[in-house]
Nanobody
Framework: EVQLVESGGGLVQAGGSLRLSCAAS????????IGWFRQAPGKEREGVSC????????YYADSVKGRFTISSDNAKNTVYLQMNSLKPEDTAVYYC?????????????????WGQGTQVTVSS
């Protein structure tokens, strides 16, 4: 059974940091890109960042570039999203997803498996 389980969300003040984790199981982790997406209330889900598990290449949306860092621990089948200098506009449910094509893009339709999400709330 494929599972992607996010954790690490919570409430933080603006300027603070959080680290999200995405634990994967049930598929060959090294063959997939893992992406982080987020959906704020009343808005469409958008891509945040992704990483290729095969070679560690990364990609970031402009809105988080320089503040967020994605990394992967292949031994643990886990991807992390370190979020620094958080802003109220980063408030959203954050989802991780797995892309078997490993194209390192943030196109939602490329992603085969999705987690249930973790809430991040940034207060001003």
């Amino acid at each position: 059974e494929v599972q992607l389980v996010e954790s690490g969300g919570g409430l933080v003040q603006a300027g603070g940091s959080l680290r999200l984790s995405c634990a994967a199981s049930g598929f060959t982790f090294d063959d997939y890109a893992i992406g982080w997406f987020r959906q704020a209330p009343g808005k469409e889900r958008e891509g945040v960042s992704c990483i290729s598990s095969s070679d560690g290449s990364t990609y970031y949306a402009d809105s988080v570039k320089g503040r967020f860092t994605i990394s992967s621990d292949n031994a643990k089948n886990t991807v992390y999203l370190q979020m620094n200098s958080l802003k109220p506009e980063d408030t959203a449910v954050y989802y991780c997803a797995a892309d078997g094509s490993d194209r390192l893009l943030l196109r939602q339709f490329d992603y085969d498996y999705w987690g249930q999400g973790t809430q991040v709330t940034v207060s001003s």
